[in-house]
């Protein structure tokens, strides 16, 4: 519930962001890389058929300013 923040910019606040802001939600600004896409899809249910449903699709995103982050 709480507001978003800005995404820091200091090399050592990014590094511990995710153990000290697990769940915080934070506000970032660039584009996503869709060139760069993959999509995990569940390899087989219990009975080795590959007949489950859904995947995940996971994107990279780069944020404005900082080519070289990349989230």
């Known amino acids: 519930r709480s507001e978003p923040l800005e ?3 200091d ?4 590094a511990n962001i995710t153990s000290e802001n697990e769940f915080r939600p934070f506000r970032v600004r660039g584009h996503f890389l869709h060139s760069r896409e993959v999509l995990l899809t569940i390899r087989h249910d219990q009975l080795g058929r ?3 449903p859904g995947a995940w ?3 990279p995103f780069v944020v404005s300013g900082r080519p ?3 989230i």
């Open 57 to 59: 699709v996971i994107t």
């Open 11 to 14: 090399p050592q606040e990014l």
């Open 50 to 52: 590959n007949t489950l």
């Open 7 to 9: 995404l820091p910019t």
């Open 68 to 70: 070289d982050l990349i």
